[in-house]
């Protein structure tokens, strides 16, 4: 028998009839403030358990089912939740990981598709493909995170922290990256015949100075008013973006083909390689 314990009070919460939690039906438990840290939880069925404010550092949840589980301001610094699945294909389904602490935490390969995860602590977390499909990661902090070849189509990160994150070979179709910080971030490709996705995306006042993003493929993506300082953006596929009001200073556009690039108002005259065609105009 095993007693789960408020992690403040020590007060028993739930009792499960077994020797380990790993494989546990613990569906619809309350463990909200629950000590959690560091127990064995793989292939556990959470789903639609309360873990609200509960302390999971250094827990395996590698597998588990998180379906509908609200776990809003827990704490998962350093768990190790590997291929866990959390999120669903409608939002109501998907878990509530509102303002989480998950730095350092391995989500490799989770299924986070619609999970909120609004203002969580994200830092150094491992999210190498994971599927973020239209989650809410918005106001997130995910400096230095890893997340190649994840899957971001849809995603809501207006205002996230990726400065200096991995994110080669993402796809980032479709996201709204407003106001998002991607300063030295890299969105290159790790493949011979890779690259990085952000076509539709939204970049408006994006901060993408020092980013790596040559070869990336942004067709139709908004980064007018975003802050390319210094950004490496050779190689890459811009046809039909905006670059409207754009900073340019020391951008790198060799091999970029401009035509049909939104150039106007920007301070285009200060990017390097840039080759402009006569036609343009309202440019600085």
């Known amino acids: 028998m095993i007693a789960i314990k408020h992690a403040e009070t020590g007060e028993v919460l739930e009792r499960v009839d077994a020797d380990t939690l790993q494989g546990a039906d613990m569906r ?13 939880l793989r292939l556990a069925n ?5 873990l609200r404010g509960a302390d999971l550092r250094g827990a395996n949840l590698d597998h588990a089912i998180l379906h509908g589980a609200q776990l809003r301001n827990a704490d998962m610094r350093g768990a190790s939740m590997i291929g866990v ?16 602490r998950l730095g350092d935490a391995d989500l490799s390969h989770a299924d986070l598709r619609r999970v909120r995860l609004y203002q969580s602590d994200m830092r150094n977390a491992r999210l190498a493909h994971v599927d973020l499909q239209a989650a809410d990661v918005s106001e997130c902090n995910f400096s230095h995170s890893d997340l190649r070849a994840a899957r971001l189509v849809d995603i809501d990160a ?18 709204n990256l407003f106001e998002v910080d991607l300063q030295q971030a890299d969105l290159t490709t790790e493949r011979v015949d890779g690259f990085s996705v952000v076509n539709l995306a939204n970049l408006r ?40 009001h754009a ?8 091999g970029v083909e401009l035509v049909t690039v939104n150039l ?3 301070n285009v005259s200060a990017a390097k390689n840039a080759d402009v065609p006569n036609n343009k105009q309202n440019l600085r």
Not at 32 to 39: I, R, T
Not at 206 to 228: C, I, P, Q, V, Y
Not at 247 to 254: K, N, R, S
């Open 28 to 40: 619809e438990f309350r463990l909200a403030g629950a000590d959690l840290s560091n127990m064995d």
């Open 46 to 50: 959470l789903k639609h358990a309360d």
């Open 85 to 100: 699945r959390a999120g669903a294909d409608h939002r109501r389904d998907a878990a509530d990981m509102h303002s989480c």
């Open 158 to 175: 207006r205002r996230a922290n990726l400065q200096q994150a991995d994110l080669r070979d993402a796809h980032l179709n479709g996201a």
């Open 205 to 244: 006042f994006a901060n993408l100075r020092n980013a790596r993003l040559n070869g990336l493929w942004a067709s139709e993506t908004d980064f007018s008013e975003a802050d390319l300082s210094g950004a490496d953006l050779s190689h890459a596929v811009l046809s039909g973006s905006n670059m409207r």
């Open 247 to 254: 900073i340019l200073t020391d951008t790198d556009f060799d």
């Open 264 to 266: 106007e108002f920007a």
